[in-house]
């Protein structure tokens, strides 16, 4: 089997890409305790099913995503503690932040992403969690995140057809073949009028249901009937990629409590013009760091925000470009 693949399936790896990351770090088989180990060199090399292996290094595994180990990083370097806190995760994605937010004690983490269906299922079928997709981080308000949280939590009511109480067909004593007597009552039978309108009734629900415009009701899931989506938030924090942070700060200053803090991911390429960003989006003259940070920090003072530290990312984008964190808290 290979390897990235037995990674995954044997528990080791959330993802293939995670898995591969683990390869890279160093991972090793052996059949027996006494047979010896069996480097893995690339993804593709072939790893007995029945194998047991050993990971040089399992930091990659210890989040859905190699996010999970960005911030861990920065809360650490920072010394500030989500435990039992509600929080709000923007650009959730696969889940790295959201993963490592619990994993530090955090009550309940909202997740936001303009994405479907990237979210880990793991984290998905988490009672903690609540997963909105679609959205743009740059447009939220505080009434449009509680509707979407409300709608995330819901499932759908279609209308049912109403099959007990159709018209009786008029005429319908002639189905006894037609013997009647003075003592039958017809005055239940239904009109043509009344058999007219229940097809044209359930020709349009036929209509609407192909259509996809049949009317629905939206009613909370039983297992989140209690869910809190109050929207308001001790931390927020985020990786957006394809956006300046300057365009998403003003939507989410008013999400965050009187004395929440606010942790973000810089990343410098969608920070600057693209005149300033190198081949394969690297952005390659160190001085452009000074620019960004400058940005930044002039946005969250026009929010009302406090910048409280600004720290490198403890690992580099995927892109191999480098990134920073900005800690900032409302001003009093």
């Given amino acids: ?3 990235d693949i037995f990674l995954v399936e044997a528990g080791h790896a959330s993802t293939r890409s995670q898995a591969q990351r683990l390869i890279a770090a160093g991972v090793e088989w052996r059949l027996s305790p006494l047979a010896p180990w069996q480097k893995v060199g690339k993804n593709g090399d072939d790893i007995p099913s029945i194998a047991e292996v050993h990971l040089l290094d399992d930091a990659e595994a210890k989040y859905i995503s190699r996010g999970g180990l960005k911030l861990e990083g920065a809360l650490l370097a920072l010394g500030l503690s989500v435990a039992g806190l509600r929080c709000l995760d923007v650009g959730q994605s696969t889940g790295g932040f959201t993963d490592c937010l619990l994993q530090h004690g955090a009550a309940q983490v909202i997740g936001v992403d303009v994405g479907h269906d990237q979210l880990h299922d793991q984290l998905r079928s988490d009672v903690r969690v609540v997963c909105v997709e679609g959205v743009n981080a740059r447009s939220l308000t505080p009434e449009a995140l509680e509707l979407a949280c409300d709608l995330a939590l819901s499932e759908v009511i279609e209308v049912e057809e109403d099959n007990d109480t159709q018209p009786e067909a008029p005429y319908s004593w002639m189905r006894n073949g037609g013997q009647v007597d003075e003592e039958y009552d017809d005055s239940d039978d239904a009109k043509d009028k009344d058999i007219e309108h229940f097809k044209s009734e359930r020709a349009a629900l036929a209509k ?23 929207p308001e938030f001790g931390v927020v924090t985020g990786d957006l990629s394809f956006i300046s942070l300057t365009l998403v700060l003003p939507a989410l200053v008013p999400l ?3 004395d929440g803090d606010l942790l973000m991911l810089v990343k410098p390429q969608f920070e600057l013009q693209p ?20 940005r930044i920090r002039d946005c969250c003072t026009e929010q009302g925000l406090v910048v409280k530290a600004w720290l490198d990312s403890p690992i580099h984008g995927g892109d191999g470009n480098r990134e920073f964190f900005v800690y900032a808290r409302r001003a009093t």
């Fill in 1 to 3: 089997m290979r390897a």
């Fill in 208 to 230: 609407a249901r192909a259509q996809g415009t049949l009317p629905v009701e939206r009613r909370r899931r039983a297992d989140r009937a209690e869910v809190n989506i109050t």
């Fill in 256 to 258: 965050l409590a009187a």
């Fill in 275 to 294: 005149g300033q960003v190198g081949k394969g989006g690297i952005v390659r003259d160190e001085s452009l760091y000074t620019v960004v940070e400058k």
